[in-house]
């Protein structure tokens, strides 16, 4: 199976800074890499697929790039709203099957 | 727009089984993958597997293989997770979330409100 390392697990910054969250895949998975906010005591919301499009409707504060193995997702500059927890998450078709990252905490400072 | 519905809260004993509903409305349900997820009380969220309708066939995490059972029946738009032999560590929240991309595995967009199933003595 496929893991992916998420970091950091946590992390507090202030309004306006720029936020950066890293997802490492254990082997070569292209661009299969997508990622989603959570608000406590709600569903994920997919915020960017296949590594860097931006859903419909998000913010363009919010970017990802990589391929390969390393991947970054950005909140260029930090609001209030986007507090909560990001997740990556890997996908695969050849055998099927999914891996989250083990999630990264947004608070405000 | 496809909106994706679970059905309610289950409190079950130790060693029983849940089922859970996912009813998808205003869309297409029938060609893209139906997956369901979980999240444990603080905790990530883990894949269990999921399933194309149209074709029926599922496949399924190895982590609950011979423990889970997700079908789906076309005429009602409905999806369904069955797992048995719970125990204490499956307290969580299930998901169901849609595929975006038909017949493929990818990202999950939508999701359901999710079901929060208690197992408790």
């Known amino acids: 199976d496929i893991q992916m390392t998420q970091s950091p697990s946590s992390l507090s910054a202030s309004v306006g800074d720029k936020v950066t969250i890293t997802c490492q895949a254990s082997?070569?998975?292209?661009?299969?890499l997508n990622w989603y906010q959570q608000i406590p005591g709600k569903a994920p919301k997919l915020l960017i697929h296949d590594a860097s499009n931006l859903e419909t409707g998000v913010p363009s504060r919010f970017s990802g790039r990589g391929f390969g193995t390393d991947f970054t997702f950005t909140i260029s500059s930090l609001q209030p709203e986007d507090i909560g927890t990001y997740y990556c998450q890997q996908y695969d078709n050849l055998p099927p099957g999914i891996t989250f990252g083990g999630g990264t905490k947004v608070e405000i400072k | 727009q496809v909106q994706l519905v679970q059905s309610g809260a289950e409190v079950k004993k130790p060693g029983s089984s849940v089922k859970v509903s996912c009813k998808a409305s205003g869309g297409t349900f029938s060609t893209y993958v139906i997956s369901w997820v979980r999240q444990a009380p603080g905790q990530g969220l883990e894949w269990m597997g999921g399933i194309i309708p149209i074709f029926g066939t599922p496949y399924y995490a190895q982590k609950f293989q011979g423990r889970v059972s997700i079908t789906a029946d076309e005429s009602t738009s409905t999806a369904y997770m069955e797992l048995n032999s719970l125990t204490f560590e499956d307290t969580a929240v299930y998901y169901c979330?849609?595929?975006?991309?038909?017949?493929?595995?990818?990202?999950?967009?939508?999701w359901g409100q999710g079901t929060l199933v208690t197992v408790s003595s």
């Open positions: 979330a849609r595929a975006g991309v038909k017949q493929q595995l990818n990202w999950f967009d939508p």
């Open positions: 082997q070569h998975i292209s661009n299969s």
